[in-house]
């Protein structure tokens, strides 16, 4: 892994890519509460790998993701992502 700190455009794009690997990677039929639990762990395994003072990020950027779902819903609306995933 290197250790070049990457703009946010090319973080993102990383991102984005590898999220698309995943989703590839679970092709075919799957309980979509299972996906979620499986993701939550790897979510916690790489966590485990960070260092402590950077654990506050990390649970940030999941609160604010909780906070989208949450708003969802309780709008009664889906969630909207400017880069899709599929």
């Known amino acids: 892994m290197s250790n070049k700190q990457l703009s946010k455009s090319e973080f993102s794009a990383q991102a984005d890519a590898m999220a698309r690997r995943i989703v590839q990677a679970l092709t075919g039929e799957q309980d979509a509460f299972l ?11 790489t966590c485990m790998q960070l ?4 654990l506050g990020a990390a649970g940030f950027a999941l609160t604010a993701y ?3 779902l949450m708003q969802a819903s309780a709008t009664k609306k889906s969630l909207i992502s400017s880069t899709p995933v599929h």
Do not use: S
Request: hydrophobic content about 45%; proline content about 11%; glycine content about 6%.
């Open 51 to 54: 260092p402590p003072e950077a």
């Open 66 to 68: 909780a906070g989208e």
């Open 35 to 45: 996906v979620l639990e499986a993701l939550c762990r790897v979510h916690r395994f």
